[in-house]
């Protein structure tokens, strides 16, 4: 392990460097003090905006104190990566606005259209790792990429990766917020890099755009009302009353990310894993609701999308395709799709479709 403050200043240079080799767009560092976060934290919890993902609530405080996470940790290593598919033009934006606007389009977030980000993360910030172990030998440290244990954002925000705006995201000054977060906690006190200051100033475009007004005030989310949530992490059935603000959006949401002006910087990809597969940017609901099971399974092998399983995935889709009714009102392709899965064996996915029939007028 490196002697001398000269050593441990080298390392760190070294560090940002191989984090750049390995494909990250930036590689920081900051000290685990995270005492400021436990109050907001716990009051986060109290109101129970963390719905049904028990498992935000399960680790407690070691999530503000990773120090008791993993023993030893003094300093975290935070990496970001940039994830817009390189192929994405640069009206990307224009493009997917046009998509929230067709009804027959089944929109799924960005980040979810190539593989799955927490293998490609945690493989990357793994060799980081052993690199650093080769040149300092046996050192402890733990790799995490949205990961419930870790407040990762205000790990980044720490380390300067970005601040973090309204909508709770971080967001870079070079590089928006179309990228993934993770970090290694490490045994080792590194020096630490300044943090970042705000730029969100009187800007609250996040908060004005978001279709469920899941953003209650500038960095406080309701999770159970954003679509991220209702679409990915809920289990049961979504919410009635929720179902009409959720569009055609079948995975995920990215209102508040594109409206922010500091996207007009975000970067793209410089790793071939988070590439489109199977035209998830501009599939159709009624296509997408034709997979079988093992088509879903086959087709989403390697992707987080796999993830939700067949059944939310049908659940998702036909809230979407209720929701054409409002500019397609009994568009014959998506109420025979909606018919030809009537008898589905979910009851969930049964109670769904039914819903969607009625706003089609096809009950
Ligand atoms: S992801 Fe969508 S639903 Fe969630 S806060 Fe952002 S705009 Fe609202
Ligand atoms: S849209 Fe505006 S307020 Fe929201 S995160 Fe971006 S800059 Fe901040």
Redesign the pocket.
């Known amino acids: 392990m490196p002697a001398t403050v000269t050593d441990l200043d080298t390392l760190a240079r070294s560090i940002k460097l191989w984090g750049r080799e390995l494909g990250f767009a930036e590689v920081r560092i900051a000290d685990v003090d995270l005492a400021h976060m436990e109050a907001p934290l716990q009051a986060w919890l109290d109101a129970g905006y963390h719905g049904e993902m028990d498992y935000m609530a399960s680790h407690g405080m070691k999530r503000a104190r990773p120090a008791e996470l993993v023993p030893g940790t003094v300093r975290a290593i935070s990496a970001r990566m940039n994830y817009l598919p390189s192929a994405m033009g640069d009206d990307w934006r224009a493009r997917e606005k046009a998509r929230d606007e067709d009804p027959s389009a089944a929109v799924i977030s960005v980040y979810a259209r190539g593989r799955d980000y927490h293998k490609v993360m945690r493989s990357r910030l793994q060799q980081l790792a052993e690199r650093i172990k080769g040149e300092i030998g046996d050192f402890g440290y733990r790799v995490f990429s949205d990961s419930a244990p870790v407040m990762e954002v205000e790990l980044a925000q720490k380390a300067g990766l970005g601040w973090r705006?309204?909508?709770t995201l971080l967001?870079n000054r070079q590089g928006g917020s179309f990228f993934f977060l993770g970090e290694i906690l490490i045994d080792v006190p590194l020096p630490v890099d300044p943090p970042e200051t705000p730029h969100?100033g009187q800007?609250?475009?996040?908060i004005q755009v978001c279709p469920t007004q899941a953003i209650l005030a500038p960095h406080k989310l309701d999770a159970r009302r954003c679509i991220s949530y209702l679409t990915i992490e809920l289990k049961g059935a979504i919410p009635v009353e929720m179902r009409p603000l959720i569009g055609n959006k079948v995975y995920g949401c990215d209102d508040?990310q594109t409206?922010?002006?500091?996207n007009k910087f975000a970067q793209r990809a410089v790793v071939p894993d988070f590439d489109e597969r199977h035209s998830l940017g501009s599939a159709g609901m009624v296509e997408l609701f034709a997979w079988t099971e093992e088509e879903f399974n086959r087709r989403m092998e390697g992707s987080a999308i796999r993830r939700i399983g067949h059944e939310r995935w049908l659940r998702n889709l036909a809230v979407g395709m209720g929701n054409a009714a409002v500019k397609a009102r009994g568009q014959s392709d998506i109420v025979a799709a909606l018919l030809s899965r009537r008898e589905h064996p979910s009851a969930m996915v049964r109670e769904h479709i039914e819903w969607a029939l009625a706003l089609h007028g096809a009950v």
């Open positions: 705006g309204k909508h967001i969100c800007c609250s475009a996040c508040c409206i922010c002006p500091w």
